[in-house]
Structures are given as C-alpha cells and as structure tokens.
C-alpha cells in the first residue's frame, strides 16, 4: 500500500455578535489521493477522493456559565476516478450543544444533540466480487446527557453520561467484510468516567 496525502484547503470568517455570541462560516476542500479502501482483495489503494462544502456555526455564552453551540455542515465526498458518493458520508450534519452550571461551577449538565442524513453503503457483487453500492443507511438524530464536575474534589474528575438518550433505532454502514448492508448501533447505554491526576 502507498500512503494516503491529503491537501486541505480552508476558508474561515468569524464575527462577534454583540457580548454574548460569536459565528462563524467556513468553506472546505480536500483532495486525497492513494486513498486507502476496503475492497473485496482486501485494503487496496483507489485513486482518491474529493471533500467540499461548507459549516455554518454560532456559539453562545454567559458570565454564569452558561454555554451553547448550533452548527450545520454540508459536505459532498466522491471517488474522484467513478464520480460515486463516498461511503459512510452524510450529506448534511447539525449538532446542537447545552452546558449549564448546576452547582458553584463545580457541577455542570451538558445537552447534545446530533442529525446526520442518509449514508451510503457498500455491497460485494456476488457475480463479479467487485464492490457495488448498496442501499442508503437512513438518517438519525440522537440526544445525549452528560452530568460532570471539574476538580469538585482536588484532582478528581467525574461524568456520568446516558447516550441515545431517546432510545432511538438507528444503523451505520457496514464494510464488504460482512453480511448485511448496515449494522445496528446501541440504543440507551451508560457510561460513568472517573479521572485522577496526581
């Protein structure tokens, strides 16, 4: 295998609006070649791949610790050499971020939520091997909550997190490697984190 380059190209314009908001707009283009794909003789180089689009963003915050973020991006991928959309590549993707202080700044809750539109997959011919795009692996939105402290106890760090919050029903794109088309993710799970530094 040859090594994947990639050249990135960015432009970036932010604006403070007012004390309590700032936004931003950014135009993107990458262009990878000797890109590193999965294929039925296994990890291959293809000729590469193009990147391009565009995030809008505002981010907002409070002197009571109050901080928010709303970003939208859109963005189309394709192999440069057959035009097709890449894989696993959603078209739009919008996030949506809440932190609140609950306690003495000691104790926050944070909010998210995450959309991704559809995503295309990938399936092995059974005729030729070659690989053929597959159905589109729907689009999801998800909502996680997350309760940390910073340094409530000297050095100590806790989070307890819940994701897919809503128990949302929801599959990613699979490789060749595998049966089915997609693979379905976790609903409701929990997560508690402790971290120490001495």
Do not use: M
């Not at 994947?4 to 432009?11: M, S, V």
């Not at 963003?57 to 035009?83: K, N």
């Amino acid at each position: 295998l040859r090594p994947e380059t990639i050249a990135t190209y960015e432009l970036v314009y932010e604006q403070g609006i007012g004390n309590h908001l700032r936004s931003s707009v950014t135009g993107f283009y990458n262009q990878i070649d000797d890109l590193i794909s999965l294929g039925n003789q296994g990890y291959q180089n293809v000729s590469g791949a193009e990147a391009k689009g565009a995030e809008l963003s505002l981010d907002a915050f409070w002197s009571s610790g109050v901080r928010g973020r709303a970003s939208y991006t859109f963005q189309e991928t394709e192999d440069s050499s057959t035009g097709q959309v890449l894989t696993d590549s959603p078209q739009n993707v919008a996030k949506l971020n809440l932190s609140v202080p609950l306690w003495k700044d000691k104790i926050f809750a944070s909010l998210e939520f995450q959309y991704l539109s559809q995503r295309t997959t990938i399936q092995l011919d059974p005729l030729t091997g070659a690989t053929i795009a597959g159905a589109d692996a729907g689009g999801y939105s998800v909502v996680n909550l997350t309760l940390f402290s910073q340094n409530l106890v000297k050095g100590l760090d806790i989070s307890a997190s819940v994701y897919n919050l809503l128990d949302q029903s929801y599959s990613d794109p699979s490789t060749p490697l595998h049966v089915q088309n997609e693979i379905p993710q976790n609903g409701r799970a929990f997560r508690i984190k402790l971290t120490y530094r001495f």
